[in-house]
């Protein structure tokens, strides 16, 4: 029986003189935290200043009152004035609808937020310019948020909105100073008494007018972290395909011998087997799969069961987070098998890099930069957070997110798999085995099956 060969000793001061142990860790890490950085900074940097086409739905229920033998409509005044400011310009995408058009699209997470101009709007505007009351009623506008479709964006539209509450307040303000200043100064009828002062408290009243009443549009359970449990349980599906692709993956090429199995101090390999890259890659996937239904359960169970997060359509929660993380987790395997060692650095950067910045699920898109607008179309982190926001707040309804999610699920996860097994073949073809080994500066040779070699550290 031969002898082994002696291993070649290294001390650690060495090994830190090599060039080659320091250069590719500080290429790797420095360009990581260089990347990281600037995508994750540059899409949370000026919300406000990125803000496009942000949805708001306004309701204009206002009937108008007839006064003094004139027609008063003060609510389609107003709302043609809101729509056309040129300080919101292009920031808000208004949409004009009935009461019940707003619920629905608040129902359906379509827009953050609607302003509802009430039906009394001009009658009670018109009482403050009557005669003085004791308890004037103020006219009011209702401003209606929703978390469900996040609670940044919901944020904003309410803030929006409750600026445009304001203007347009001042603006009934000095109108009605400006009727009670005519009033005033027109010559009372013999048979008419003088018009009583002003009480001060109507005064203030005329001065600001109008009152924001701020409800919620499209309610939402105590334990759904104001509209984020959706986004943390997509990510909990995203990790759960990404980083389960890599333990699969490491974990199949310890099977076959390609890898060592390090359990303390003892290191174990078994023989080394030959298997063609497709099959390789054909096995890691039907385990992805497999256990994509294992850990959709258990992230479940977890977080409804033992959190406690408000969760309906579990079954079809269940199901649709299976899918995500198989989707996934081949997205990943699918890198790896085509770029190798490389592959874990390039599966982070796809689907969590570039995906999370650009999710909508924390920044509402409309107020992200166009670059990221254009990576929500594809990027699989936003498919997922919209299934999952759809089944959890909107009563998993297709078109609140949920038939899109499906949709790029799905082709997401045929075009992995088309991705994985054309490569695969491709350098099968070729003699790309993975069995075979590539030394510096000689010609690939194949790996020999030897024995299991037991080595303690």
Sequence with gaps: ???????????????????????????????????????????????VGSTKDLPIA???????????????DLGAQIATRITGSAELGDKVSWKKVDRRTADDLLA?????????????????????????????????MTVLTNPAAGSFGSGMAAEINRKVVATTSAQVGRGLAQELGRQAARPA???????????????????????????????????TGLGLSAFFYALVLVLGGMLGANVIHSQVDTALGYMANDKGPFRFIKPAQHITRVHH?????????????????????????????????LGLLWVFGSCATAAMGVTALALLAVFGTPGPIVSMLVLIGLAIPSAGATIPLQALPDFYRFLAEFEPF????????????????????????????????????????????????RGLHRSALRLHGAEPEPQPAAAAVVSAR
Excluded at 121 to 136: C, D, Y
Excluded at 297 to 313: R, T, Y
Excluded at 396 to 421: K, P, V, Y
Aim: charge should be positive; proline fraction near 7%.
């Design 58 to 72: 306004l309701v204009d229920a206002d009937r108008g009152v007839e006064t003094a033998g004139r027609r008063i």
């Design 108 to 140: 359906r997470g379509k827009v953050f937020g609607a302003l509802v101009i009430p039906e009394d709007f001009s009658a009670s505007v018109s009482a403050l310019a009557g005669p003085a009351q004791r308890e004037p009623h103020p006219p009011t």
């Design 189 to 223: 009828a013999p048979a008419q008494a003088a018009r009583p002062a002003v009480p001060a408290a109507a005064q203030l009243m005329i001065a600001d007018p109008v009152k924001a009443v701020v409800e919620e549009g499209h309610p939402l359970g105590a334990h």
């Design 382 to 429: 936003r498919q997922v957070v919209d299934g999952v926001r759809s089944i959890l707040y909107f009563g998993a309804r297709t078109d609140a997110g949920l038939g899109r999610a499906w949709t790029m699920t799905a082709l997401g996860f045929a075009g992995s798999l088309a991705l994985g097994f054309a490569l695969t073949r491709l350098y099968d073809r």
């Design 1 to 47: 029986m031969p002898e082994p060969t002696p291993l070649l000793r290294v001390s650690a001061g060495g090994l830190l003189r090599r060039r080659g142990v320091w250069l590719p860790a500080a290429v790797v890490l420095g360009l990581l935290s260089l990347v990281l950085s600037m995508l994750y900074l540059g899409a949370n940097n000026d919300p």
């Design 281 to 313: 890659f054909a096995a890691c996937s039907v385990l992805m799969v497999v256990l994509s239904m294992l850990t959709s359960a258990l992230a479940m169970a977890g977080a409804v069961g033992v959190v406690g997060i408000d969760a309906s359509h």
